[in-house]
């Protein structure tokens, strides 16, 4: 992934400054996932889902949209067959994340990648992702970072605790935790454009992925927006001082002792 | 206690794993042609932009009937997305959407 020379160059990052980026990063997103987990841990528990399966839901399947449509389903009194399918049309976007962190992770053991794998979420790869491409390369303790202390944990334990004691606390989106979430995703797209592609690409992704939503059904608006929104990027021209693919992005003001000569978007 | 479900959750994972393991197992990822790298480059901002998106308008039913949704959301995301793009930080910015909705829905506007 080069560019032509006559671009300017950005400086990866360092990776102890990048490290401390997302972890700060991920605080919020502990915060939207402990909230979403606790929501679904009572909502299983509404359903009657017996504590150790509701857990077997988060620990073995570990995708939020999912575990929560099968609660629906399962109360609807649908065949294990039509929550299997909807599951696996609910989940296709993760290709689209697997794909992207791919060129990334391609020099890792097959085993490891595969362990990797099943801890892929929207959150981990938006966390991942970005951290990556700020310092320019794979960074593995990062992504286990992301994907294990920032979301798997909070996400079982959440889990457990609303299945568990659910009922004596208050209602999560009454302390807007339920807003997290989509605003860490709009949040972590704006720290990802760095030039007109792929600002164009998130424009089109999101307005592709309502309309589709909308017509349809939002899991196929999510991956409709994700499958589009690149195509309307590549489409768009590069202006001509623009940072070359490996350019790295910046959260917030950089850090002391950082001279990186990019600024996104 | 019940643990009947626990091969349904199975089946569920059986169903998702595929999704996240097969791209980045399969070989010679790398060697991509460039217009297929850049495309992927792009994946990250249009699917994360597309998640907020359609989690902040897009409302469904007990039947999974789409609508259109308006609420406190739009305004608590736009708020997170102009403080991390004047580069204040993305905790900042969740913790404001956080708490304009919070605010919102203690007053009754929302």
Known sequence: MTESSGRQRSVPMDVDAS????????????????????????????????????????????????????????????????????????????????????????????????????????????????????????????????????????????????VLIGGQIPDPSRFGLDVI??????????????????LTAALAGAISGVAVGLAWDPAAGILAGGLLGPVVGLATPRRPREDPPEAFIVFGPTPPGESDGTVPG | MSTQLVWLAVLMAAATYPWRAVPLLVPAVHRLPRAAQEYLRLVGPAVLAALAAVNAMVAIDSTRHPSLHVGIEWPAIALCVLIVAARRGLLLGLVAAAGLAALARALGLA
């Open chain 1, 19 to 162: 490290r401390r980026r997302l972890r700060i990063d991920g605080l919020g997103i502990i915060a939207s996932t402990s909230g979403a987990g606790f929501v679904y841990g009572l909502a299983a528990r509404a359903a009657g889902f017996s504590p150790i399966e509701a857990s077997s839901m988060s620990v073995i399947v570990f995708a939020g949209a999912s575990q929560f449509a099968a609660i629906g389903f399962v109360l609807g009194g649908f065949s294990w067959l039509g929550v299997v399918l909807l599951t696996a049309f609910l989940n296709a976007r993760h290709a689209l994340y697997s794909a992207a962190l791919a060129p990334y992770l391609v020099d890792q053991p097959r085993l490891l990648r595969a362990a990797l794998a099943h801890v892929l979420t929207d959150e981990s790869f938006a966390l991942s992702i970005a951290h990556f491409r700020r310092i320019g390369r794979a960074d593995l303790p990062g992504y286990w970072w992301a994907a294990i202390v920032t979301v798997f944990i909070p996400w079982n334990l959440a889990t457990l605790a609303g």
């Open chain 1, 181 to 198: 979430f989509p605003a860490a995703m709009a949040g972590l797209a704006v720290g990802l454009v760095t030039g007109r592609r792929e």
